[in-house]
């Protein structure tokens, strides 16, 4: 199966090729014909499936093919995708502009989210095409008529299950009751759950269901290790760690901001190139950090569950959980940052002995039991 034979535009496929993209992933072979026929899509598929390409590539088609026929007000958007969080809204654009240039269309795309000053997402709203929008900003952005939503022709959902988990309701139903009735509807979840079947049963009509939905438990790329150790002795470990392995590009899980602050500030000053990245970070500041990290320039990135889901590092070698997260299903999703797209990774959890039972708790529900490291004869005085 190839690009060309799902009916992807030579442009574009010459673009994927630049970029060492030659075989589509399986969730792309069953979106991608689907949306070029204009049917409305149901997609279960988690982060890292190759969901993003699977209806960016074809609605870059699909709006310079209906250029002259779809009604082209200025802020009338063609296309609207709705996202629960910046970094997805940064990093969708980011997918949409570089085919964009690679395939040397004058399609023009947006990112608005909030966090960011409103003023110059508005000024940018000119001639726009395709939108990337979280909820809350798209609403403020429509309050002030900085853009409209009456000539929308495809609209996507994308990780449908976390806005719906977060409460965003309210805000997705303002949302679609400024939608007009015909257009064509894509909606993603990571999972099929009784919200979405709901939100599908308003939203699609006559959907293509695609089920690329994995077990939570598929971890199988991973190399799971565990590190028995003091609360106190976890920041000399860690510089241990990186450093005797010679480790790069390693994302850590914190359980707070100012436990991430502090892990990123120790892990500076003992010489180790790290950064914090959290909700308290400016949005400006966070993409800059995680375009550094995915690049390669920013040696370890310690972050919250900020980073547990919704972003694709597709080629990540080391997560290290320097706590526990609240629950086994966020343990699941972070160490999933690493050991995507057929590429190995490994995942490093340090326990306290007050953590212990809890990470007994997370192995079961991994069914799962992750190799205990001995620490002790580790010299952690130089670190």
Not at 58 to 84: G, S
Request: with cysteine; hydrophobic share 45%.
């Amino acid at each position: 199966m190839s690009f060309i034979s799902l009916g992807i535009s030579e442009p574009l496929v010459a673009a994927l090729q630049r970029g060492n993209i030659s075989t589509p992933y399986p969730i792309q072979t069953e979106v991608i014909p689907a949306i070029l026929e204009n049917k409305d899509v149901l997609g279960i598929a988690k982060t890292g499936s190759g969901k993003t390409l699977s209806y960016v590539l074809p609605i870059l088609m699909q709006v310079e093919k209906n250029t002259k026929a779809w009604v082209m007000k200025d802020r009338h958007v063609q296309v609207l995708v709705v996202v629960p969080t910046r970094e997805l809204a940064a990093q969708v654009n980011a997918v949409c502009i570089k085919y964009i240039h690679e395939s040397a269309s004058d399609i023009k795309t947006l990112a608005v989210f909030g966090g960011a000053s409103i003023n110059p997402q508005m000024m940018a709203m000119r001639n726009v095409n395709i939108l990337i929008a979280t909820p809350g900003r798209l609403l403020e952005l429509v309050s002030v008529n900085s853009v409209h939503l009456s000539a929308v022709k495809i609209v996507v959902l994308d990780e449908a299950d976390k806005m719906l988990a977060v409460g965003f309701e309210k805000e997705m139903d303002a949302v679609l009751a400024l939608l007009p009735k015909k257009r064509q509807n894509l909606l993603f979840s990571a999972t099929l759950n009784e919200e979405i079947h709901s939100l599908e049963k308003v939203l699609l009509h006559d959907p293509v269901v695609i089920k690329m939905e994995e077990e939570p438990d598929s971890i199988d790329l991973i190399n799971q290790s565990a590190y028995y150790i003091a609360e106190e002795k976890k920041g000399p470990l860690l510089r241990y760690l990186i450093k005797s392995q010679d480790m790069q590009q390693v994302l850590v899980f914190t359980s707070s901001v100012a436990r991430a602050d502090r892990v990123a500030d120790k892990l500076h000053k003992n010489g180790i190139d790290a950064k914090a990245m959290h909700s308290k970070k400016s949005q400006g500041a966070r993409t800059d950090l995680l375009r550094a990290f995915k690049a390669g320039r920013l040696r370890v990135l310690v972050t919250t569950d900020l980073l547990s889901r919704g972003i694709d590092i597709e080629v990540l070698p080391y997560v290290i959980n320097y706590e526990l997260p609240r629950s086994p299903k966020i343990f699941i999703h972070r160490i999933g940052r690493t050991g995507r797209a057929g590429n190995f990774g490994e995942a490093i959890t340090l326990v306290s002995p007050s953590e212990e039972t809890h990470f007994h708790v997370i192995e079961k529900k991994m069914k799962k039991r992750v190799a205990r490291i001995d620490s002790d004869g580790f010299d952690l005085s130089k670190v």
